[in-house]
């Protein structure tokens, strides 16, 4: 069998001609957008209920400065952290499109929080899962780096996130996930591999970006939002109080305040 085309010629120490400051740098005089920054700590809400929540509440206002083509970014304020959100960023090759420009744009730590469904069960959803590794099953990751079977979070990271969830009243576990592209393709078999390496949930997002934070050196967390069974039962993907965005918003804060960039902190003493 010949070498699939995502896995072959790849060049990993070489710069990509298409960039994403350009591509801002070109969206900004296209759309007459103003000079700014977005906010140092940023999160993408792939199911979109943590921002229409702050939306709902008047907490959240749209970030003038950020000139993506494809989403909007907004600002606000949790416990103290500033931080901006998009909504919506549902998939691997999506998130890492937003990922970089969003550190282009100002951001210096990006938070992921991803609804996913329950692989080995740990206790009833709702909870959350701190992804420390992420198993490779889509395509954008193999862009960043070489085939391997699992994408890491930075061990810095990990390490400052020891005991930062304690005390929340919905448990944070961690642990490792599946990334898959093909949602409707989560197979009896392809369940149980995932079972069988110890895996606790499925979700869309987090190898790519795990292998995007390695190949570019930056700063990201994944979380995923554990919420479901796939539907295999009835009164599935219940997420809680609010869709499960005032938890959500707890863990964000909790992974903000412990990853935060260390002058960032200075400066809030």
Same mark, same amino acid.
């Given at each position: 069998?010949?070498?699939?085309?995502?896995?072959?010629?790849?060049?990993?120490? /070489?710069?990509?001609?298409?960039?994403?400051?350009? @591509?801002?740098?070109?969206?900004?005089?296209?759309?007459?957008?103003?000079?700014?920054?977005?906010?140092? %700590?940023?999160? $993408?809400?792939?199911?979109?209920? %943590?921002?229409?929540?702050?939306?709902?509440? &008047?907490?959240? /206002?749209?970030?003038p400065a950020w000139a993506c083509y494809h989403t909007d970014l907004y600002d606000?304020?949790?416990?103290?952290?500033?931080?901006? !959100?998009?909504?919506?960023?549902?998939?691997?090759?999506?998130?890492?499109?937003? =990922?970089?420009?969003?550190?282009?744009?100002?951001? /210096? +730590?990006? %938070?992921?929080?991803?609804?996913?469904?329950?692989?080995?069960?740990?206790?009833?959803?709702?909870?959350?899962? @701190?992804?420390?590794?992420? +198993? *490779?099953?889509?395509?954008?990751?193999?862009?960043?780096?070489?085939?391997?079977?699992?994408?890491? !979070?930075? &061990?810095?990271?990990?390490? *400052?996130?020891?005991?930062?969830?304690?005390?929340?009243?919905?448990?944070?576990?961690?642990g490792g996930t599946w990334t898959t592209d093909a949602p409707f393709r989560e197979t009896a078999s392809a !369940?149980?591999?995932? *079972?069988?390496?110890?895996?606790?949930?499925?979700?869309?997002?987090?190898?790519?970006?795990?292998?995007?934070?390695?190949?570019? &050196?930056?700063?990201?967390?994944?979380?995923?939002?554990?919420? #479901?069974?796939?539907?295999?039962?009835?009164?599935?993907? /219940?997420?809680?109080?609010?869709?499960?965005?005032?938890? =959500? $918003? #707890?863990? !964000? =804060?909790?992974?903000?305040?412990?990853?935060?960039?260390?002058?960032?902190? =200075?400066? &809030?003493?």
């Amino acid at each position: 069998m010949a070498t699939p085309p995502i896995l072959a010629k790849k060049r990993y120490l /070489e710069e990509s001609l298409f960039s994403a400051e350009n @591509l801002l740098r070109e969206a900004r005089r296209q759309k007459s957008t103003p000079k700014g920054s977005v906010p140092r %700590i940023c999160v $993408l809400d792939p199911d979109g209920d %943590i921002l229409r929540a702050l939306l709902a509440e &008047r907490r959240a /206002e749209k970030n003038p400065a950020w000139a993506c083509y494809h989403t909007d970014l907004y600002d606000f304020e949790h416990a103290g952290v500033r931080l901006g !959100i998009i909504g919506c960023a549902v998939g691997a090759s999506f998130a890492v499109l937003l =990922a970089e420009q969003l550190f282009v744009s100002g951001c /210096e +730590l990006l %938070i992921s929080v991803t609804s996913s469904g329950q692989i080995t069960p740990t206790t009833p959803p709702p909870y959350f899962v @701190l992804i420390d590794k992420a +198993l *490779r099953d889509e395509g954008t990751s193999y862009h960043y780096l070489p085939p391997a079977e699992f994408s890491h !979070i930075d &061990r810095t990271l990990l390490k *400052r996130l020891k005991g930062a969830f304690d005390g929340l009243p919905v448990p944070v576990y961690q642990g490792g996930t599946w990334t898959t592209d093909a949602p409707f393709r989560e197979t009896a078999s392809a !369940i149980k591999n995932s *079972r069988g390496q110890g895996l606790l949930a499925v979700e869309m997002e987090a190898a790519a970006l795990y292998a995007f934070a390695a190949a570019k &050196r930056k700063a990201v967390v994944c979380l995923a939002h554990v919420t #479901n069974q796939m539907a295999r039962i009835d009164g599935d993907f /219940e997420k809680g109080h609010a869709n499960g965005s005032r938890d =959500a $918003l #707890n863990v !964000i =804060a909790a992974t903000a305040k412990a990853c935060a960039p260390r002058d960032a902190k =200075a400066k &809030r003493r």
